[in-house]
Antibody, heavy 129, light 108 residues
Framework: QVQLQESGPGLVNPSQTLSLTCTVSGGSINSGSYYWTWIRQPAGRGLEWIGR???????????NYNPSIQSRVTISVDTSKNQFSLNLSSVTAADTAVYYCARRIVDPSLPAFGAMDVWGRGTTVTVSS | EIVLTQSPATLSLSPGERATLSCGAS???????LAWYQHKPGLAPRLLIY???RRAAGIPDRFSGSGSGTDFTLTISGLEPEDSAVYFC?????????FGGGTKVEIK
């Protein structure tokens, strides 16, 4: 059974870069059937899709980001560690949120194609000096 | 961007009752690419329904989804105490995924 676990600093200074890692256990990140995704939820607000990375053979590392923050976001993958990461630069208090990683099914032969079937529990990141 | 609006914000019901949760979209969602999730504090969100009406693996049949276009519903028939949670909808019909604000279901 695949599980995802977010990790990283809980406190980041304003204007610095927020860096989080999602470790995938119980399955390979390189299966080619999933988008590995980051989502966040500021306190009292709804969920916001940040972006995703895809890896499979020759298309390893292809990304897509939310236009609202794409100038500050980088999502990358380390298949040797079965991890994918989020870097968000020039953070402000508005980036304070619970950050989740999730797996989105992109293989149309699998059930629940298109939906996110596995999530991490989330990690809280506060931007403050 | 497709904006999803969920109502009500909070639903307080007794065990055994039926819960009806709504999710409205600002634009029609193609191919009924809408999912529902259950989220309990401290736990990972759990996929309940995909393609608007298909139950995910292992989900009890008291959870059902319906709708198309811009109006979608999650129904929980025969509420159990463990159904206390926040439920949110999400559309995946466009490359920019979006989520509803959530409905909190409280069990009296």
């Amino acid at each position: 059974q695949v599980q995802l676990q977010e990790s990283g600093p809980g406190l980041v200074n304003p204007s610095q870069t927020l860096s989080l890692t999602c470790t995938v256990s119980g399955g390979s990140i390189n299966s080619g059937s999933y988008y590995w995704t980051w989502i966040r939820q500021p306190a009292g607000r709804g969920l916001e899709w940040i972006g995703r990375v895809y890896t499979s053979g020759s298309t390893s590392g292809s990304t897509n980001y939310n236009p609202s923050i794409q100038s500050r976001v980088t999502i990358s993958v380390d298949t040797s560690k079965n991890q994918f990461s989020l870097n968000l630069s020039s953070v402000t208090a508005a980036d304070t949120a619970v950050y989740y990683c999730a797996r989105r099914i992109v293989d149309p032969s699998l059930p629940a194609f298109g939906a996110m079937d596995v999530w991490g529990r989330g990690t809280t990141v506060t931007v403050s000096s | 961007e497709i904006v999803l609006t969920q109502s009500p914000a909070t639903l307080s019901l007794s065990p055994g009752e039926r819960a009806t949760l709504s999710c409205g979209a600002s634009h029609s969602i193609s191919s009924t690419y809408l999912a529902w999730y259950q989220h309990k504090p401290g736990l990972a969100p759990r996929l309940l329904i995909y393609d608007a009406s298909r139950r995910a693996a292992g989900i009890p049949d008291r959870f059902s989804g319906s709708g198309s276009g811009t109006d979608f519903t999650l129904t929980i028939s025969g509420l159990e105490p463990e159904d206390s949670a926040v439920y949110f909808c999400q559309q995946y019909g466009t490359s920019l995924l979006t989520f509803g604000g959530g409905t909190k279901v409280e069990i009296k």
